[in-house]
């Protein structure tokens, strides 16, 4: 999610990528650091590609920078366990927060799809030539695999799971907007103004602090003032003023700039207690986790459980990964929300801001803003574990809320139909239906009210017809 006016996430996505295995002797960098590649599937159109790298020296590596060339034609789209930048057909791979450091006799590993037949040329590893042959260590299948497909792929017989949700006290389909602690471009508005079309409200964003995990929130006071004066007693009240309305307030935790960062036991500690801290002073309903530099799934899954269990089984856990983080289920997101399934309420996905990507099919490139792009991503999820109830499609609120991927209200409507009913589809269609899908998402009720209320009059009454 965004505090200003539009952003552009560079986020190659074209058909799956990539692949190769290059290396050279290792240079003076670090003696006994390599970098090895292997290609562990092939599936005619697309292959799957892994490095990892090993330290076998004596002191520990602290970061890393992976970089290779692809020749024209070839290029990298989804990938994970890494965050990844590129520069014409040059490519750059560089640790998350949780696998930058490793130790003596350990290593890390990173993935990632393609398209074209070239492999990774010029590999440097934190600068220095990567050690490794120019051959994948694992001879690349001649066919397609016949019963391991791509990560991406759908399961295409076994339905998705039912176990029941949780109790949260929310409708079956829910529209969830973000509002906005901060003065920018859009609208502003106190929060009891909230249009009553909203269901689930986020309040943007809780803050790090000092303290290793620790999350603060106060109203800014540049929102205060354009206001007129807002003061936290003023916002405490309208959270109370929603909820008797029958709606929920969760605060949302991160956001472009927020460095939140929960990667260890005591930090999970710190996150849970100081969050739970909110929720007493504010009365919020639940938490959001918005985190888009970096997330460590075991340490916060530990953190929301720990959360769930001072707060209770109404507790609300709502999350907003970008698109790249729900390609895969191994990825930190994807892997979180399957680790805490049974606790979690939706995933709102941000279908917007990531170039084209693969859908569940695995076979082509959707464009972002149509409605095959949000059918065809929504359905990984749908197909690679989550419950229906915990899907959601996050969309922008109109011009000014995301720098692409904007559509109209009318495009989500359709979405939603093609997903629940089979209907309005385009020419994607996915395997089943999931009457039971949650709902839809936007960034965010100040830009909605910016653009006339134009998404929320249009999905929330669009929503209340869904099987």
């Known amino acids: 999610m965004r505090r200003s006016r539009t952003f552009v996430l560079s986020v190659i996505g074209a058909l799956a990528a990539a692949i190769g295995a290059v290396g050279l002797a290792p240079a003076a960098y670090a003696a006994g650091v390599t970098a090895s590649f292997v290609k562990t599937s092939d599936w005619g159109s697309g292959w799957e590609g892994k490095y990892t790298i090993s330290n076998g020296g004596s002191t520990t590596v602290n970061g890393w920078s992976l970089a290779f060339d692809l020749p024209a034609g070839t290029t990298v789209g989804t990938y994970w366990d890494a965050l990844l930048t590129s520069s014409g057909q040059r490519y750059t791979f560089t640790n998350r927060s949780w696998n930058g450091a490793i130790a003596p006799g350990a290593s890390v590993s990173f993935g990632f799809l393609g398209s074209g037949s070239g492999v990774p040329a010029n590999c440097r590893l934190n600068g220095a030539a990567c050690a490794g042959g120019t051959t994948p260590t694992t001879p690349p299948p001649t066919t397609p695999p016949p019963t391991t497909p791509p990560p991406t792929t759908p399961p295409p017989t076994t339905p998705p799971p039912t176990t029941p949700p949780p109790t949260t006290g929310l409708p079956k389909h829910i529209l969830t907007g973000y509002w906005h602690n901060f003065d920018n471009p859009a609208a502003e508005l106190r929060l009891r103004d909230v249009p009553t079309e909203y269901d689930l409200v986020a309040v943007a964003f809780a803050d790090a602090t000092g303290t290793p995990g620790a ?4 109203i800014d006071p540049g929102l205060s003032a354009s206001l007129g004066g807002y003061s936290d007693a003023d916002f405490s009240a309208d959270v109370r003023t929603l909820q008797s309305r029958g709606k929920k307030v969760i605060i949302s935790v991160g956001g472009e700039t927020g460095r939140v960062v929960v990667d260890s036991s005591a930090s999970a ?43 209770g089984s109404g507790l609300i856990i709502a999350m907003a990964p970008q698109t790249i983080d729900m390609q895969n289920p191994a990825g930190s997101y994807f892997k979180l929300a399957l680790d805490i399934k049974d606790i979690l309420t939706v995933v709102n996905t941000q279908f917007y801001n990531s170039g084209a990507m693969l859908g569940c ?4 490139a959707y464009a972002q803003g149509t409605v095959n792009f949000i059918v065809a991503l929504a359905c990984i999820q749908l197909e690679a574990g989550l ?4 899907v959601g499609l996050g969309l922008p609120a109109g011009p000014g809320a995301a720098g692409g991927g904007i559509v109209p209200p009318s495009v989500v409507n359709a979405a939603l139909d093609c997903l629940t009913r089979g209907t309005n589809c385009g020419s994607f269609r996915p395997p089943r239906t999931y009457p039971g899908l949650r709902g839809a998402m936007t960034w965010s009720i100040n830009w909605d009210i910016t653009n006339n209320n134009a998404f929320a009059r249009t999905v929330a009454p669009h929503l209340r017809t869904l099987p």
């Open 387 to 390: 419950r229906p109830d915990q």
């Open 215 to 218: 999350v603060g929130f106060a």
């Open 269 to 311: 500690v710190a996150f849970a207690d100081s969050v739970y801290a909110l929720i007493q002073r504010y009365g919020f309903d639940g938490v959001d986790i918005d985190l888009e530099n970096g997330l460590n799934p075991t340490y916060m899954a530990q953190a929301l459980r720990s959360l769930r269990s001072k707060v």
């Open 361 to 364: 099919d695995n076979n082509s």
